[in-house]
């Protein structure tokens, strides 16, 4: 009964905020996503996040610049970040960064900038400052993520941070360091990944979200701090839209350059993100174009093969297994997975294969043992390895990880593409073009093979990757 009433009053309470819309609509709110929503209309929207600092006397920046495209009559969205250091040209005053549009004037700057630079025509705006995104995560309960390292600053001069890698709920504050980290040699593109995965994360577990009762604070942290021209029902449409949406439905395109040091229009020297040629008109190509509807291309180092460009997300069940190994001891610090085998009381597995250029890198938790997530009705274990790629002798800030936990419908388990392959389901969860993992239950046991922060590894490699892992029986450690 009390929570009936708390329901009920929740939906009268959201029906005087937004009006226009019945009980019964909103009654669909609280018990899934059905027909009563209606589909948004195709647009193009300029989706910025903030960093308001009039209290403390500096000038308010746009931190995070994305364009999203809403294609709803051939059902995809596709978004496109932008880094904020890319040298661009804008509107009455000359060349600077992008960013530099918003502390000139605002958003409708931003706008004509982002035009200008991607001639496409911005239908609508969305503006996040931070203290929003935090209340937003912190309405939502949260939002898991699989961090894919150690971030840890404590350094003052910059945004202090401390996060452990593995997957894990994450509030506000935490969830905010994560994705404006920037201090690596990823740099701004790194940030970029970093907060598309966290929208493809929100986008993931909102099917499980229970919006009777947390749609009151949900909406008051959106509409308490955002700046927008669009309306109320607009954006819940577009949400609920959004979130039906399958990983092959939906592109995550962005811009990388080389950061150059060049002086500007008023003498200062500063640094900045520039694109190679052709590549913004690219980048725009994709963003317009169904998933779907280019070839594949990949390009191939010396250390691994990366994927570029759009892959099909049905890895062959005809893996090469003729580099796996079966021998224990023989694959990458085994005796650390033998001691983290008698410290958990559950199935270890540890990979017979690396992709070329992938070695041990760092686990949670550092001693042997497991590690809590905060899920499901109450407390799993968790344990996580990290492989660091190499590249011409060089480590480079890209990570694979290997994930193992007993919470056996954690939101990573998520729907995807199912491969059948030594009597193992494996499922392969992305976007069209951006493979995130490969997961699988053996024995009361949840793994995944998780891909770089930059998606440098195709399905194939996931998928071979997952093939070869092998149990590591406790008992034997040294």
């Given at each position: 009964?009390?929570?009936?009433?708390?329901?009920?009053?929740?939906?009268?309470?959201?029906?005087?905020?937004?009006?226009?819309?019945?009980?019964?609509?909103?009654?669909?709110?609280?018990?899934?996503?059905?027909?009563?929503?209606?589909?948004?209309?195709?647009?193009?929207?300029?989706?910025?996040?903030?960093?308001?600092?009039?209290?403390?006397?500096?000038?308010?920046?746009?931190?995070?610049?994305?364009?999203?495209?809403?294609?709803?009559?051939?059902?995809?969205?596709?978004?496109?970040?932008?880094?904020?250091?890319?040298?661009?040209?804008?509107?009455?005053?000359?060349?600077?960064?992008?960013?530099?549009?918003?502390?000139?004037?605002?958003?409708?700057?931003?706008?004509?900038?982002?035009?200008?630079?991607?001639?496409?025509?911005?239908?609508?705006?969305?503006?996040?400052?931070?203290?929003?995104?935090?209340?937003?995560?912190?309405?939502?309960?949260?939002?898991?993520?699989?961090?894919?390292?150690?971030?840890?600053?404590?350094?003052?001069?910059?945004?202090?941070?401390?996060?452990?890698?593995?997957?894990?709920?994450?509030?506000?504050?935490?969830?905010?360091?994560?994705?404006?980290?920037?201090?690596?040699?990823?740099?701004?593109?790194?940030?970029?990944?970093?907060?598309?995965?966290?929208?493809?994360?929100?986008?993931?577990?909102?099917?499980?979200?229970?919006?009777?009762?947390?749609?009151?604070?949900?909406?008051?942290?959106?509409?308490?701090?955002?700046?927008?021209?669009?309306?109320?029902?607009?954006?819940?449409?577009?949400?609920?839209?959004?979130?039906?949406?399958?990983?092959?439905?939906?592109?995550?395109?962005?811009?990388?350059?080389?950061?150059?040091?060049?002086?500007?229009?008023?003498?200062?020297?500063?640094?900045?993100?520039?694109?190679?040629?052709?590549?913004?008109?690219?980048?725009?190509?994709?963003?317009?174009?169904?998933?779907?509807?280019?070839?594949?291309?990949?390009?191939?180092?010396?250390?691994?093969?990366?994927?570029?460009?759009?892959?099909?997300?049905?890895?062959?069940?005809?893996?090469?297994?003729?580099?796996?190994t079966t021998n224990l001891a023989a694959i990458e610090n085994s005796n650390l997975?033998?001691?983290?085998?008698?410290?958990?009381?559950?199935?270890?597995?540890?990979?017979?294969?690396?992709?070329?250029?992938?070695?041990?890198?760092?686990?949670?938790?550092?001693?042997?043992?497991?590690?809590?997530?905060?899920?499901?009705?109450?407390?799993?274990?968790?344990?996580?390895?990290?492989?660091?790629?190499?590249?011409?002798?060089?480590?480079?800030?890209?990570?694979?990880?290997?994930?193992?936990?007993?919470?056996?419908?954690?939101?990573?388990?998520?729907?995807g593409r199912e491969i059948e392959f030594n009597g193992i389901t494996y499922t392969?969860?992305?976007?069209?073009?951006?493979?995130?993992?490969?997961?699988?239950?053996?024995?009361?046991?949840?793994?995944?093979?998780?891909?770089?922060?930059?998606?440098?590894?195709?399905?194939?490699?996931?998928?071979?990757?997952?093939?070869?892992?092998?149990?590591?029986?406790?008992?034997?450690?040294?």
């Amino acid at each position: 009964m009390a929570f009936l009433i708390a329901g009920g009053g929740s939906l009268i309470w959201l029906n005087c905020k937004v009006g226009e819309r019945t009980i019964t609509t909103l009654t669909s709110i609280g018990v899934g996503l059905t027909e009563s929503f209606d589909t948004p209309n195709s647009m193009d929207i300029l989706l910025l996040g903030c960093d308001r600092r009039e209290e403390a006397g500096e000038e308010s920046r746009s931190d995070t610049v994305m364009l999203v495209h809403v294609d709803s009559e051939r059902d995809y969205l596709s978004i496109l970040s932008l880094p904020r250091d890319l040298r661009v040209e804008i509107p009455g005053h000359g060349t600077g960064k992008l960013n530099d549009a918003y502390s000139l004037e605002g958003w409708e700057l931003t706008a004509k900038t982002v035009e200008l630079l991607t001639n496409v025509q911005i239908d609508e705006y969305l503006e996040v400052d931070f203290q929003a995104f935090c209340d937003i995560t912190d309405a939502l309960g949260g939002v898991y993520l699989d961090i894919d390292r150690r971030y840890y600053n404590d350094d003052a001069e910059y945004e202090l941070i401390k996060i452990s890698p593995g997957y894990q709920l994450l509030g506000g504050a935490d969830a905010l360091d994560y994705v404006r980290f920037r201090h690596d040699s990823n740099y701004d593109f790194g940030r970029m990944d970093r907060q598309q995965r966290f929208l493809t994360a929100v986008r993931e577990q909102a099917m499980g979200w229970n919006l009777i009762t947390d749609l009151p604070g949900l909406v008051d942290a959106v509409f308490s701090n955002l700046g927008t021209t669009m309306g109320t029902w607009d954006i819940i449409d577009l949400a609920a839209w959004g979130i039906r949406l399958q990983g092959s439905q939906i592109r995550q395109v962005g811009i990388v350059g080389d950061i150059q040091t060049l002086e500007g229009d008023d003498g200062v020297s500063r640094s900045y993100v520039i694109p190679a040629e052709g590549a913004v008109e690219e980048a725009v190509q994709k963003l317009l174009s169904l998933p779907g509807t280019e070839s594949t291309t990949t390009s191939t180092t010396d250390e691994t093969e990366t994927t570029t460009t759009t892959e099909d997300p049905s890895a062959t069940a005809d893996v090469d297994t003729s580099d796996f190994t079966t021998n224990l001891a023989a694959i990458e610090n085994s005796n650390l997975w033998k001691l983290y085998a008698d410290a958990v009381p559950f199935q270890l597995m540890a990979p017979g294969y690396l992709p070329r250029g992938y070695a041990y890198y760092d686990r949670n938790p550092k001693e042997p043992g497991f590690y809590d997530i905060v899920g499901g009705d109450g407390v799993e274990k968790g344990f996580k390895m990290v492989y660091q790629l190499t590249r011409e002798g060089e480590p480079i800030d890209q990570y694979m990880g290997i994930m193992q936990t007993t919470w056996l419908d954690a939101p990573a388990a998520g729907a995807g593409r199912e491969i059948e392959f030594n009597g193992i389901t494996y499922t392969i969860v992305g976007t069209s073009q951006s493979i995130d993992r490969v997961w699988w239950v053996d024995n009361d046991v949840l793994y995944w093979v998780s891909n770089t922060l930059s998606y440098y590894l195709s399905s194939k490699e996931l998928l071979k990757v997952a093939a070869s892992m092998m149990i590591v029986p406790s008992g034997v450690a040294r």
